[in-house]
């Protein structure tokens, strides 16, 4: 039976796609294969990150084929890739992870991969940093292994090394080597080489295979032209543009990348924004920045930018208008600004303790007013009705919780207008650790008074999500996309995302019209897909 969502071609394909920026690369002397250790990125929402996405395994570890480049297999793990080394005579790769956790800890794993069936050992008993790994011979391999804490003598400089001996490596268990056997001679620690080697060596091993490779990942928005273009927004990129037969027609290069799409009513250009990060780059040390910016669709050419002096977000209406608003770290730090439809500045004004609710092709700007701090009360969706000499009206129209008070924090998730009188969103339940299980939702409701007309209970949380009238999707962490009846709210279909049998994981998405779902993933590429509301 042919599945309702169909990938018709993927955008931004290339070879290593899947472990994201490389950290560290080994060759097995013997076969030839590549594995490769790297770094996908966090899953934040909204795309500032005030409410991170908990229990994302943002390292790769890969295997690749030594000839077509292609992904045999793809290990997830919660700690960097420091070092690797393959068996002298066995199928097995000894992988080092782990870093320090930035207050107590130095936690990671050591991992014995097989490189033929893809299984995965993690082999000490408890959590320890393995900075450096090293095969002796068939039986011994020598550990380097950070301190338990951070208040072990010279736990940043240095490290204990020993010598783990056993006949047969290919039998060893989980957690069967225990903390006796990690003990041994301080050593001053090794440090892992960084990225540029890594990347360097993937950029020549795939030129060589007449496969180009580039940074990219997290395409964290995407939208599509009525001429059959799409854009996308991603890390390597403030704004690309492919055409209609899939070629990238041009990129504004930026390691940090855009963050939201805002197409302009005269479909002519496109505002996005970047937040950039410090970082030490060839020629000196780069201060963070922020800068807001329209983009020719055309070329790719700016017409305009402006550093709003603190991070932002972006939500639009159906009429064109562009709120600019200030985002986490910086809430009440700066003024909102409203971008009339011929880009023009309407209306510029300070509204403290709100965020903006990101809900697509809305009839008026919402937003979520956060309670007093110190006080009890509730969050409120409220709705911008107009702004008066710099002096905002805003109504509330219903509390953020649908059902009564609670103990928790609801996060709004990304939302969808349905209609002239109904709002679909996704929510997040949280508590003082984190997001709790089973504790995500997509739901109706009406503007009017946000009573929910259906509630949707997800295992994982919502990443995007968009609707086009009939069907409202959702796309989720785990790697799904669900069809919901917009009417009802009952399921349609799910479909988890492959490429090349490998998954991936949804990170944006629109529906510019029935039949056709564009999603961009968190490994860079963009999927541009068919889609039916067949059961």
Known sequence: MTHPLRIRRVL???PFAEIGDPAVVAVDPRRGDLVVGGDIGSIRWPPLGTAAIDGW??????????GDLRCRHLHHSYWPVNAVAFHPSLPLAAVGTGRYDGSWDFEGELLLVDLESGAVTSALAERREVPAVEWLDGRRLKLMVSPEDRDSDRAFTHAHET????????AVGDRTIGLRELAGPRVR????PGAEPARDFLRDRAAAAATPWDLRRQVRAVEALDDGRVLAALEGARLECHLPSGELHWAVADLDGGRQIHVCADRRSAWVHVRHTGRVTASGWRRAGNVVQRIAL?????LEEFDPGHAVTFTADRGGRLVVREAWPAPGQGQTVILAPDNTEAARF???????????RGSRPLFVQRPEPGTSE????VALEQVTDGTPSVRRLF????DGDRTMHVFAGPGTQVGDDSLVHAATLHDHRGLLPHNAFVLRRRLADGAPQWVHGCDEPVTALDGDGRTVYAAHRSGSIVAIDAGNGRPRWERVLHVSGRPVVPLSLTAPHAGRLLVGTVDGRILDCETSTGR
């Open 12 to 14: 931004g394909d290339r």
């Open 57 to 66: 395994p943002r390292y790769r570890i890969g295997v690749f084929d030594a």
């Open 163 to 170: 010598v783990i001996e056993r006949e047969d490596w290919s």
């Open 189 to 192: 620690r090794v440090r892992p």
């Open 298 to 302: 055309d070329s790719g050419r700016s």
């Open 350 to 360: 300070t509204l403290p303790n709100h965020d903006v609710f990101a809900v697509r």
């Open 378 to 381: 509730r969050q409120w969706v």
């Open 399 to 402: 509390p953020l919780d649908w």
